[in-house]
């Protein structure tokens, strides 16, 4: 089957405990995007990448950080530095190329206490 | 940056009746605009998608429709029922911004069987 996923669906952390969130695509998309789904509120970007070895800082950036050593991977690490932790974070990805069409992996819902 | 609007933020209609939420967006040069649906716990589904050179877009029961001199879009439901209900947003996209996507801040939407 061809899609995005992200692991694990739930993750729980200490504070002051740095963690990494999976995503993996089979899409053979160029670009793949984080973002941070809060309640009552939309999608916020964290980072988005349009190649490999190369990423852009979204809008909410700060205390995050990416990589994107391999096409079909973009995991996120969520630092100690980040304040609001606590969320739902999404993954996606398009095709690139002028290809708009963006589709979301499942989600990871993480839990800092 | 773009601003998306989105209203309302919760909608409830009674089975077999239509729903319609509608966008607002700022930047004249954003020129595709998909639909999700979001269900609990999970990630975001495309559902229909327009881009700026077409007036609407309809598939079954969804339909899309764009205003580019209003800058706004809307997303029609007809003959609902209880499997539509979940929180729908929209989105905006600038071409040549690495693919961005600004979303909306969600409806939920509740159909009354």
């Known amino acids: 089957d061809g899609g995005i996923t992200q692991s694990p669906k739930y993750l729980f952390r200490k504070e002051g405990q740095n963690v990494t969130l999976s995503c993996e695509q089979n899409?053979?998309?160029?670009?793949m995007y984080w973002y941070r789904q809060d309640p009552g509120q939309g999608l916020r970007l964290i980072y988005y990448s349009q190649i490999v070895n190369d990423f852009q800082k979204g809008d909410i950036a700060e205390g995050y950080s990416v990589s994107r050593e391999k096409k079909e991977s973009f995991p996120l690490t969520v630092t100690s530095a980040q304040k609001n932790p606590t969320a739902f974070y999404l993954c996606?990805?398009?095709?690139?190329?002028?290809?708009?069409?963006?589709?979301f992996g499942p989600g990871t819902r993480l839990t800092v206490t | 940056g773009e601003n998306v609007e989105q209203h309302p933020s919760t909608l409830s209609v009674q089975e077999g009746d239509s729903a319609v939420i509608k966008c607002t967006y700022s930047d004249s040069a954003s020129n595709y605009f998909p639909w999700y649906k979001q269900e609990l716990g999970k990630g975001p589904q495309l559902i229909i998608d327009?881009?700026?050179?077409?007036g609407e877009k309809k598939d079954q029961r969804i339909a899309v429709t764009l205003n580019k001199t209003a800058k706004h879009f809307s997303l029609h439901i007809t003959e609902t029922q209880p499997e539509d209900s979940a929180v729908y947003f929209c989105?905006?996209?600038?071409?040549?911004?690495?693919?961005?996507?600004?979303f909306g801040t969600g409806t939920s939407l509740t159909v009354i069987p």
């Open positions: 996606a990805s398009t095709p690139g190329q002028g290809a708009y069409e963006q589709y």
């Open positions: 989105a905006a996209s600038i071409p040549n911004t690495g693919n961005q996507f600004y």
């Open positions: 899409l053979n998309h160029d670009a």
């Open positions: 327009i881009r700026s050179n077409v």
